[in-house]
């Protein structure tokens, strides 16, 4: 089993950054891609950006070029860094885990809420 916990999300004015964290614990080393995905109320869960174990990253067009995903050395910790922010960016950001390359995310945290204001 792998346990995530998201940090990081808050309130912003249009234009500025956050940066959101991504905890993985338990069995972490079957780890083989992390994703954040978001959702606003009446909404489908959308994807924002993946990051492979090896490092190949991807992101969803609406947000290429203003948010960047990293993970640390020890693959433990995922990061969304979000620069010029803007109100269509609000939501309640997920962080995700699996460990294949097929099939759906596996593993989900509980979310944390991002409001940016015009």
Known sequence: QVQLVESGGGLVQAGGSLRLSCAASGRTSSILRMGWFRQTPGKEREFVAAHWTGGITQYAQSVTGRFTVSRDNAKTTMYLQM?????????????AAKRYAGGEYEYWGQGTQVTVSS
């Not at 620069?83 to 962080?95: F, G, I, Q, R």
Request: with cysteine; glycine share 0%.
């Open 83 to 95: 620069n010029s922010l803007e109100p269509e960016d609000t939501a309640v950001y997920y962080c």
